[in-house]
């Protein structure tokens, strides 16, 4: 049996997720995983919260909670959120956790074994104020470049320009507000990414069958030399990792910890222990290690644009660099961004629609088809309420809930609930039959490409498909003069039902659940759309479902619209 690894991109603790957030990383990778489970498949789909660093910090004082309290209680969220979206992980975990603490000094220890980490002198922001040297997003001042009061000393949010804190015009302290900042000497690790620039280059040189959006943002970091400079690992911070080697103490660290982006990424594979910590599955070696058994799994790794530079060079630099036997990503599917009504989603201004929003609205199918057949793959894409409207009335409602609901409620008022006898197929369910097989190897060669927008068209092509031949074929005039052409009619469009549960299962689960039940169907990829004809006999009982989707009214949109037009509360 083909084993795949599937990790998203681990979303900060730092509050609730937008939309873009969620199709940028969780929502496709969760396609995936439910696509190959279905297909037979073993496959582990790991996520987990990014816990460390400034953003946790800030967030939770401005909570004014603990920060482990104010994780802790976050976690809880995104976790109760990500089941609301039906993301189907099979742990989702914390890089606060045990497991990803002794990882990550573990993976300290043998680069400093490897002579890979060096101690450098490097001047940094000092707070007389706060007593403390402050992280680059505990300060803030006005941009250089375009005068943004509110500018970050690693970059301003405005014009997007990368900065240092003491580029920043009135830098002040976002701790206390205090402008009694100097700069002062400190000593930090850094991970010497120069010297494994050539093993890095032959190993995305290889990825061949890469996304351009990936390949090319590795290879311009790689190429211009900025993603491969000798980077800090250790920060001046109460809250992470403790800067240890291996288990034993790191002279002249006692009082930092791990940098949050070397720790984060380790936690993919943290999470792996902690899904048999908790007790959900056995011997997470074998999908990790390729002297334990993970010389045949297939890794992929589903992320946003921004995030691809760490793990091209900065997380595989750690893993090459260990010199152990640690599974790399054989394939990284990258997303460029989703807009918002002209604009940008944003969570630190609070801008768009967020996942507990979503979820107040509308069940998360609605969400879940809109985005991925919107999914942002070769360029940024844009969600206007309009579009979202308009595609959800007519995919969801019209094509396929239309479907659903017409012949089912045919067949009870003629036949009654069970599938009807009589009748044979003639040259126009064998057309169908052919069309709907072309559709199904295309369907399945883009899902197997993760090739996310292609396959939704393919999808709602095989949907229409349904409603054409029922148009076409008209049981309801066909039963006026020939019930048992009727019978046939009916009868293969009510197989065609658990055939679009199925294949629709992955975008929409909860619907396709929903189709299955109500025809009293069990789950199975169909190898054939010859599937379609007998998978429920003439005498199988089913029940009318409910409404699989409904409307959305221009009064509702309009009001959500003016609802989300400012900021969230």
């Not at 689960?509 to 054939?528: F, I, L, N, S």
Request: charge should be negative.
């Amino acid at each position: 049996m083909a084993r795949t690894l599937i990790t998203s991109a681990i979303p900060y603790i730092n509050g609730i997720k937008h939309l873009g957030n969620l199709i940028g990383s969780q929502l496709p990778a969760d396609l995936h995983a439910r696509y190959l489970r279905a297909r037979g498949q073993e496959v582990l789909f790991l996520c987990a919260t990014d816990e460390h660093g400034t953003p946790a910090e800030l967030a939770a004082a401005k909570a004014g909670k603990p920060v482990a309290e104010y994780c802790a209680e976050m976690w809880a969220i995104q976790a109760d959120l990500a089941k609301g979206f039906r993301l189907s992980f099979d742990h989702f975990g914390r890089s606060s956790s045990p497991q990803n603490h002794k990882l990550t000094q573990h993976f300290a220890g043998r680069l400093a074994d490897a002579g890979l980490i060096e101690e450098v002198s490097e001047k940094q922001v000092y707070s007389n104020t706060d007593g403390r040297f402050l992280p680059d997003r505990y300060i803030e001042g006005t941009c250089p470049n375009c005068g943004y009061e509110h500018a970050r000393g690693d970059q301003c949010e405005n014009c997007t320009i990368q900065l240092t804190p003491t580029q920043l015009i009135n830098p002040r302290s976002t701790i206390s507000g205090s402008t009694d900042l100097e700069v002062r000497e400190t000593k930090h690790l850094h991970l010497r990414q120069s010297q494994l620039r050539d093993q890095l280059s032959a190993w995305i040189e290889s990825k061949t069958d890469w996304p351009i959006l990936t390949t090319s943002i590795a290879k311009k970091w790689l190429n211009d030399g900025d993603g491969l400079q000798d980077r800090g690992i250790t920060r001046d911070l109460d809250w992470g990792v403790p800067v240890k080697r291996g288990d034993q103490p790191w002279p002249g660290m006692e009082d930092k910890v791990f940098y949050v982006w070397f720790d984060a990424p380790i936690e993919y594979i943290a999470c792996g222990a902690e899904w048999v910590e908790a007790g959900k599955g056995t011997d997470w070696e074998r999908w990790w290690r390729t002297d334990k058994g993970a010389g045949d799994v297939r890794y992929v790794q589903f992320m946003g644009k921004d995030n691809v530079p760490f793990h091209t060079l900065s997380f595989p630099a750690t893993i090459l660099g260990s010199g152990e036997p640690w599974k790399l990503v054989d394939y990284i599917k990258s997303f460029n961004y989703l807009n918002y009504d002209g604009g940008q989603f944003s969570t630190s201004q609070g801008r768009g629609v967020f996942m507990d929003q979503a979820l107040e609205i509308l069940p998360s199918d609605y969400w879940r088809w809109w985005l991925l057949s919107h999914a942002p793959e070769t360029s940024d894409a844009e969600f206007t309420w309009e579009a979202f409207q308009q595609d959800v009335n007519k995919d969801l409602a019209d094509v396929l809930g239309n479907f659903v609901s017409r012949i089912t409620k045919f067949c009870r008022s003629k036949f009654g609930e069970a599938v009807p006898d009589g009748g044979t197929y003639g040259p126009q369910e064998k057309a169908l039959i052919a069309d709907l097989q072309t559709r199904l190897e295309r369907y399945q060669a883009h899902m197997d490409a993760i090739e996310i927008r292609k396959a939704a068209a393919e999808l709602r092509a095989i949907w229409t498909l349904g409603n054409e031949y029922l148009q076409s074929a008209a049981p309801w005039t066909a039963f006026k003069t020939d019930p048992d052409r009727a019978a046939a009619i009916t009868r293969l469009a009510l197989n065609l039902i658990p055939f679009y549960a199925t294949l629709s299962a992955p975008f929409i689960p909860d619907a396709a659940t929903q189709m299955h039940d109500a025809m009293g169907a069990e789950p199975g990829w169909p190898e054939h759309a010859d599937a379609a004809l007998t998978a429920l006999p003439a005498g199988h009982a089913f029940t009318v479902p409910d409404v699989l989707f409904s409307k959305i009214s221009d009064e509702d949109r309009e009001g959500w619209q003016a609802r989300f037009a400012g900021q969230r509360v």
